[in-house]
């Protein structure tokens, strides 16, 4: 409290060093009582808001404020891990950016550094995309992205008290029929009580113990969106008197609404029991451009804070081989290959028995063309899991050291997804898929069209990385039997399906079985295209 009355007054460079003092304090606590960690990083979170975003001043734009405030808030809370030093995150350097919905409108997106933010007044009303991007001194950036509902709010507000919790719906009924404690307009609702010296949502600038309701004419472009609402005590909403949100009593709630062509406007009345510290309400377009947006603006974050968090962990008990693993995935993830084959690579050296770890780095060094390593790592797993019983781990080894012409034997690796094959299961048009890829490198193409053939047949309900994997293979194949135009069309179709799937790491999170399919995908297609398309084929695979 000391701290931020410091700031609040001009006193920064001494707010600055109570925060510090403040932070080791909290480190010191966390360190000797574990139950308090999450404790210390959720100060570690207000301290850089005030810091550095500036929450405690006057924003010229309510509203804007109210949105940063939020999503800025939750990603310094996931990358709360490791070093809790303010001097981490460099706020100067902090950039944002406003883009409207729908793009190409006319209207033009707003960029800057955050004092532009601070002096940006809010926008005309309609939906936008507020982002954030914050560089940090040893991590990578922290990024957020929050869908901005700016639109005429009016608020009712009502005074409640402690028993409010086990009021029925006849008494809350009364109390929103009834005269409220106080009336305002707002441009937007985004409100998250983080200061301990600030105002807050309710009525008189109180932050707990109070209700609130809240109307406008929802007038939007036209599309599909979700309605989402963020608060302690819950809400409900209403559209023209029809309920389409009950999140009552739980802390968040979403809902879809669609608005027509010329939207001629519709009410939109929010009821919350007790907003308290937070207040959130946000429209998602739902439309694959507006999940363009979110993706080039926000990127891997959430798999960014997953890496900052599984390095304090392992930093914790270093000895322990599934974190080192689970940390070489999400570096994956996050579209840095390089450093998450250093990571699998020494959880191999902790755990060789685990065959999880040696497959995902194969397919990394496949996936940024590390041959030599590649071929290293594709002998050393063929002669540990050769002999394996289960036949998920044959055909995951066969299919690792297939990826890549000439880095085993690929009779040997015949035989190991032969006998998955015989095995059959609910994998069978996987394992048909991967003894194509064996027959393809062994120089059979009839055979190996065969089997692409089997398994594009199962493979019609799977992801789409997969079904192209198949038809990549399939085009090297119609290629090498001289069947030109039916290995074009084989590419083009390979193409179409993952034409809105983006090959772009760092941007794009496939998930963790989705990576394995990406990354697999993703070496196919290369050498397909340079085989098919390039007019001078690979060397004989």
């Known amino acids: 409290m000391i701290a931020e009355l410091l700031l609040r007054t001009g006193r920064e460079a001494e707010a600055a060093d109570a925060f510090a003092s403040t932070m080791a304090d909290e480190r010191a606590a966390s360190s000797k009582f574990p139950a308090y960690e999450d404790i210390t990083r959720g100060w570690w979170a207000r301290a850089n808001l005030l810091l550095g975003l500036r929450i405690d001043r006057t924003w010229a734009g309510p509203a804007l404020q109210g949105f940063a405030t939020s999503a800025a808030w939750s990603t310094l809370r996931r990358h709360a891990w490791g070093d809790l030093s303010l001097g981490q995150a460099d706020w100067p350097a902090a950039r944002f950016r406003l883009e409207p919905w729908p793009p190409g409108n006319g209207r033009a997106a707003a960029e800057g550094a955050l004092g532009d933010l601070r002096a940006t007044p809010d926008p005309p009303p309609g939906v936008y995309l507020l982002s954030l991007s914050i560089p940090r001194k040893q991590n990578a950036p922290m990024r957020a992205a929050t869908w901005v509902y700016v639109t005429p709010w009016k608020l009712s507000l009502f005074l409640t008290d402690d028993t409010a919790s086990s009021w029925d719906d006849a008494r809350w009924q009364k109390l929103f029929a009834g005269e409220p404690a106080e009336r305002r307009n707002e441009s937007a609702l985004a409100f998250t009580y983080l200061s301990l010296l600030g105002r807050g949502y309710g009525p008189l600038g109180l932050a707990d113990g109070y209700a609130l309701s809240a109307t406008t004419t929802a007038r939007l472009p036209a599309g599909k969106y979700s309605f989402r609402v963020v608060t302690p005590g819950g809400a409900r909403a209403f559209i023209d008197g029809q309920q389409v949100l009950n999140c009552w009593g739980q802390t968040s709630g979403t809902a879809e609404m669609t608005a027509p062509e010329n939207d001629p406007g519709n009410e939109l009345k929010i009821i919350a029991p007790a907003p308290e510290r937070q207040f959130v309400v946000t429209l998602q377009p739902l439309a694959p451009e507006a999940d363009r947006m979110v993706r080039a603006a926000s990127g891997t974050d959430e798999v960014e804070a997953d890496v900052d968090r599984l390095a304090e962990q392992s930093s914790k008990d270093p000895g322990n081989a599934q974190l080192v693993q689970d940390r070489g995935y999400a570096l994956a993830r996050a579209g840095r ?113 065969e089997w692409f053939d089997k398994a594009r047949q199962g493979l019609a309900s799977t992801a789409s990385t997969v079904r192209a994997t198949d038809d990549y293979f399939r085009a090297m194949a119609l290629f090498r039997l001289d069947r030109r135009e039916e290995a074009r069309q084989a590419l083009a179709e390979a193409e179409g399906a993952v034409t809105d799937l983006g090959f772009t790491p760092g941007i794009d999170d496939f998930g963790f079985s989705g990576l394995e399919n990406f990354l697999i995908c993703s070496v196919a297609r290369r050498e397909a295209k340079t085989t098919v398309t390039g007019g001078q084929p690979t060397k004989q695979p």
Do not use: N
């Open 337 to 449: 290959f390089r450093e998450a084959t250093s990571d699998l690579a020494r959880a191999i050296e902790m755990r060789p028995a685990e065959h999880w770890a040696w497959y995902f780095d194969a397919c990394v060094l496949a996936q940024f063309g590390d041959e030599a390593a590649y071929r290293k790592r594709c002998a050393g797993m063929l002669q540990r899991f050769r002999d394996a019983q289960q036949p998920e781990i044959l055909e995951r080894t066969g299919k690792a050291c297939l990826l890549m012409p000439g880095a085993a034997d690929p009779a040997a690796c015949s035989e190991l997804v032969g006998r998955a094959v015989d095995a059959g299961g609910t994998y069978l048009p996987f394992f048909q898929m991967a003894k194509g890829m064996a027959e393809y490198r062994r120089g059979r193409h009839a055979d190996a069209l």
